[in-house]
């Protein structure tokens, strides 16, 4: 068998790898630390989806469409009750009006899922594809499978993590079919700006190019509204903008999102997404059109979240990092120190925030998440585990108990 595997995935050498991806080499630290200290509570501030279940409210409303027979069978690109509910959404929430449910709207199996199919939908082989890092990468990926290229354009610090537009060399440009953009942005936590996608309008006129806007995060802002892409003037001639009822409402494993805008690319959007799934189930998708028309949900988990960055932030900024609250989503993203000074007065270099990373698990049992794409940075999520706001206190305070008597250097 090991000669039929496709060269995307490895080809021959298919499953014969060593090498051991971030992500496993903190679960493998973990559970090293958790056996080495069974008493101890692992503090993991690692986890990138909520910590609580969807609400009560939702839940019912699943149960009362689950029983309904009408709700059985396959959805395809059905279920005009959420496509409805979505613009009402888009136009309440966001501010964004005049969007059509019938030709502008298309449930997706999650933001993952359309990050999949929209690739399939623009690439083809030689064509590039431009993406932010650090990032979730899955539109890559899809991109490359089709024989495209990724060019990645590095969030700077300095750029408040807005990628420089300019920076893209012409020859790539003209080979260029997407642009992929986050905000509020995994993992750095950053938010665009009005300035910012008015600008990326332009580019994607000028380079005559699509832009993606994955706004899985959208909803969870800590003042204002959320800030669409849609909003921007032009951008429907040019976009689309993907939604999830993830992280926004707590329902992760419920599997919907939507994708929103430019009607000639949700139509080939469904195309594709018709020949590749038969669409989420619709008492899911119900449950969900009645949840969006509930705003105030998404509001009470943002000011949880805002309530834990709060503490968090003044948390780190005591133990020598440099932490600053970001306007949305669920992520601190803080320099990763180049070395600490521990209990013993032994001194522990990190070259990687990966080092910094497993040291903390190893040491302190304190799960955070390293990026060293563009710089050395850990992670923190604020979906730690915890039982209300005393609970929370105790959790962060839990932290700085933990790892005030080391000293980092940066
Ligand atoms: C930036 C980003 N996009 C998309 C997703 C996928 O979300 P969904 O649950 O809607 O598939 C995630 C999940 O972590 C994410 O971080």
């Known amino acids: 068998m090991q000669s039929l595997f496709a060269e995307r995935i490895g080809g021959r050498s298919y499953g014969k790898g060593a090498q051991i991806y971030k992500f496993e080499k903190i679960k493998r630290a973990k559970r090293a630390a958790m056996a080495a200290h069974p008493d101890v509570e692992l503090i993991d501030m690692g986890v990138g ?39 009402r959404w888009m136009d309440r929430v966001c501010g964004v009006s005049g969007i059509d449910p019938d030709k502008e709207v298309l449930h997706s199996i999650g933001s993952k899922g359309a990050l999949t199919i929209l690739p399939a939908c623009f690439v083809n082989p030689g064509d590039v594809v431009l993406m932010t890092v650090p990032g ?84 969870l802002v800590f003042e204002g509204r959320p800030l669409s892409f849609l ?51 619709l008492a899911i998708q119900k449950a969900c059109a009645y949840t969006l028309g509930h705003p105030e949900i998404t509001q009470k988990i943002a000011a949880k979240y805002s309530r834990r960055m709060d503490q968090l932030v003044a948390c780190l900024n005591k133990l020598g990092f440099k932490a600053t609250k970001p306007k949305g989503s669920f992520f601190l993203y803080v320099r990763a120190p180049k070395a600490v000074i521990g209990h013993d007065a032994h001194r522990t270099e990190f070259k990687t925030a990966e080092d910094a990373s497993q040291w903390l698990i190893t040491e302190t049992l304190i799960s955070t998440v390293p990026w060293d794409d563009v710089g050395a940075y850990l992670r923190f999520s604020v979906t730690f585990l915890a039982k209300g706001k005393e609970d929370e206190r105790r959790v962060v305070d839990e932290i700085h108990r933990r790892l005030g008597d080391v000293k980092f250097e940066f």
């Open 49 to 87: 989806e909520p910590d609580e279940m969807a609400f009560p409210e939702s839940v019912r409303a699943l149960c009362e469409e689950v029983a309904k027979p009408d709700n059985r069978g396959y959805a395809d690109n059905g279920g005009p009750e959420f496509k409805q509910a979505a613009t």
């Open 136 to 219: 979730y990468p899955v539109f890559g990926t899809h991109a490359k499978y089709y024989g495209g290229e990724v060019v990645n354009l590095p969030l700077t610090e300095q750029n408040h993590f807005l990628p420089d537009l300019g920076s893209v060399p012409v020859d790539k440009l003209k080979r260029t079919k997407a642009l992929v953009l986050n905000y509020p942005n995994n993992p750095t936590g950053a938010s665009a700006t009005p300035e910012f996608f008015a600008d990326v309008v332009r580019f994607a006129r000028k380079h005559n190019l699509i832009v993606i806007h994955d706004a899985a995060y959208a909803a």
């Open 231 to 281: 909003a921007t003037p032009g951008a429907k001639d040019v976009g689309v903008e993907l939604h999830s009822m993830s992280k926004g409402f707590n329902m992760t494993g419920w599997r919907l999102g939507f994708v929103t805008g430019n009607e000639l690319i949700v139509r080939a959007y469904g195309d594709v997404k018709d020949n590749s799934d038969s669409g989420q189930f």
